[in-house]
């Protein structure tokens, strides 16, 4: 049997596989977010107990010998730990929102471009740049009473593995200190942004990869375990992304549109970043974006219509929505890929009293498709384009977005991001796995040739909609 954990923000997963990469087995158990006044923090004790109690459900379902385990999880964010691993404080997420004023001023400034220049990270509020400098000036004592700033999945490897020092691996380091050209800190950047006097809080990045024998607790003493590599780069690696110029979208509650590469061009437009991947050369450039499924939650709640009701409702309106058009940047921190306007807020247009919820519904998903060609256009896509993500459980969606998009659609479902986090095990450990078997894809969706001349015009208008947006909102 071979595991996978995946540390979610809101879900902790681990997943059991057999040697050909079937699911046998899937536990959930959900954490908690405490949000208040722009502040979003989580419980470590609370997620480490998820950790344990999925793990050990999966080995009460699946009661075979687990021959290796990987792990994933949420990346950004800062949890702060001792030198045992254990919370200084509650964890601030990567949807923290109070270092918003500290990226305005680095984003007037200059610094934020400095830093992508340097490093090919476009800092948000939630990464561990921000946030620490935030801590540094509101909240110093906690800085000085930790051990180390690590990632999610970090503390969770650190405590498994009962580990001497907290560790972390290039894929996680990538945003915002990490050089991706020598894998290392690049301590220019953590000069920028004025915390040379906490560069010993950085976990040290294990290049070669972390890897280590767990020491008990969820998993048995000795199993061979993996830290890494955080969600994203662990999703493209469970879809089989892999090749340059190939690409992901994972469809949730915020988009995601990734490609492999092997070039770095750290010019034009800072957005995005470059996530260094086990393999020294290999990057996968991201547009993690803030736009996502959660603008299609907001319709819906307004709207009062229920999921099961959506496919239903795409096919009772017409592409283009009767006229209807929406700009679907409904995050009150704006947008962060492939463009930061912290300004930007969603726009409805080509509304009247005619104008049905189908019209709504249908506007507002077109509206993400656009955003997706965008983020995946930005991020280098050329190649073939994997799908996963809690969207894809709408094939009307499906559908539409491969319309919207113009490209085959391989829709991979299960647990992506777990999948990947075996599989990068497996690599670190020298086991050998049938990787297109592990990752070939549930089923592909191919674009209609019409709508997809359509949708290629519409996209050309909704880049004109939101320039003149993002216009106004730097008003």
């Not at 699911?23 to 158990?29: F, G, Q, T």
């Not at 009962?162 to 560790?167: L, P, Q, S, Y």
């Not at 095990?425 to 078997?437: H, I, K, M, P, W």
Request: aromatic share 6%; net charge negative.
């Amino acid at each position: 049997m071979f595991v996978g954990i995946d540390v979610g923000t809101s879900m902790v997963k681990a997943a059991a596989f057999d040697a050909s990469g079937r699911e046998r087995a899937v536990e959930a158990r959900p954490v908690g977010l405490d949000l208040r006044d722009g502040a979003v923090e989580q419980d470590m004790e609370e997620v480490y107990a998820a950790v344990l109690a999925v793990l050990e459900a999966v080995g009460a379902r699946v009661p075979e010998p687990v021959e290796l385990a990987g792990l994933t999880g949420q990346g950004d964010g800062v949890w702060l730990v001792d030198a045992a691993g254990r919370p200084v404080r509650p964890a601030l997420s990567w949807m923290d929102g109070r270092a918003h004023a500290l990226v305005d001023q680095w984003l007037a400034d200059g610094t934020f471009e400095a830093v992508f220049r340097r490093t090919g990270s476009a800092m948000f509020p939630g990464c561990p740049g921000p946030l620490l400098a935030w801590l540094d000036r509101h909240e110093p004592a906690s800085l000085d009473a930790a051990a180390a700033a690590v990632y999610c999945k970090d503390m969770v490897f650190q405590r498994l593995t009962g580990g001497a020092r907290a560790v972390t691996d290039v894929s996680d380091a990538s945003m915002p200190f990490l050089d991706p050209r020598t894998r290392s800190y690049d301590n220019g950047v953590v000069e920028l942004l004025g915390l040379t006097h906490r560069r010993g809080l950085l976990a040290a990045v294990a290049d070669p990869v972390a890897t280590a024998g767990t020491c008990g607790a969820g998993l048995p003493a000795g199993t061979r375990l993996a830290n890494g590599p955080y969600d994203l780069p662990a999703c493209a690696l469970g879809a089989g992304v892999t090749a340059p110029g190939d690409g992901l979208l994972i469809v949730g509650t915020c988009l995601a549109g990734l490609a492999a590469t092997t070039e770095l061009d750290l010019g034009g437009e800072p957005a995005g970043l470059y996530i260094s991947t086990d393999r020294p050369g290999h990057w996968l450039r991201a547009m993690p974006a803030m736009v996502g499924t959660a603008a299609l939650d907001w319709v819906l709640r307004t709207t009062g219509v229920r999921y099961p009701e959506v496919d239903a409702l795409l096919a009772a309106t017409p592409p283009g929505a009767h006229g209807v058009r929406v700009l679907p940047y409904f995050a009150p921190s704006g947008e962060r890929a492939p463009f930061v306007e912290p300004g930007l807020r969603a726009e409805l247009t080509g509304v009247c009293l005619e104008s049905t919820p189908a019209d709504l519904i249908r506007a507002t998903c077109e509206g993400i498709g656009y955003a997706a060609r965008h983020c995946l256009a930005a991020a280098g896509l050329t190649g073939s384009l994997a799908v996963c993500g809690g969207g894809t459980r709408s094939p009307a969606w499906m559908r539409l977005l491969a319309d919207v998009l113009g490209r085959p659609l391989r829709v991979t479902e299960g647990e992506v991001g777990a999948r990947g986090a075996v599989l990068a095990a497996a690599e670190r450990f020298g086991v050998a796995l049938d990787t297109a078997a592990w990752t070939g894809p549930t089923r592909v969706v191919e674009p209609d040739a019409a709508r997809a001349a359509y949708y290629a015009k519409g996209y050309e208008e909704h880049l004109e909609r939101l320039a003149a947006a993002r216009e106004r909102a730097r008003c």
